[in-house]
Nanobody, 124 residues
């Protein structure tokens, strides 16, 4: 099993910044595709960003240029730096893991391991 614990959420005004963290523990596999997803009330959970085991990143168009995914392998920690936040970024943010070297898919169903989420609220 894999355990994922997110932190770093909070309430900020539009234009502000937050950095989310996700610590991975109890891991079984040697490499993972790691992703961030978010879910706003009444909406489907959507993919935000992903990073594979060799450090290749991808970001959804809605956050490109504002959010940056990164990781620290020594700390088993995944990050999401969020700048220039907008009210539409308000959502519960989830960390997810898919065993494997590369991110072949960023579909929600392809990530078997999930954290409990951390809330991000952006006010105008």
């Amino acid at each position: 099993q894999v355990q994922l614990v997110e932190s770093g959420g909070g309430s900020v005004q539009a234009g502000g910044s937050l950095r989310l963290s996700c610590v991975r523990s109890k891991y079984t596999y040697s490499s993972y595709c790691m992703g961030w997803f978010r879910q706003a009330p009444g909406k489907e959970r959507e993919w935000v960003a992903a990073i594979d085991s060799v450090g290749t990143t991808s970001h959804a168009d809605s956050v490109k240029g504002r959010f940056t995914i990164s990781k620290d392998n020594a700390k088993n920690t995944l990050y999401l730096q969020m700048n220039n936040l907008k009210p539409e970024d308000t959502a519960m943010y989830y960390c997810a893991a898919d065993p494997g070297t590369y991110c072949y898919s960023v579909q929600r169903a392809d990530f078997p391991y999930w954290g409990q989420g951390t809330q991000v609220t952006v006010s105008s």
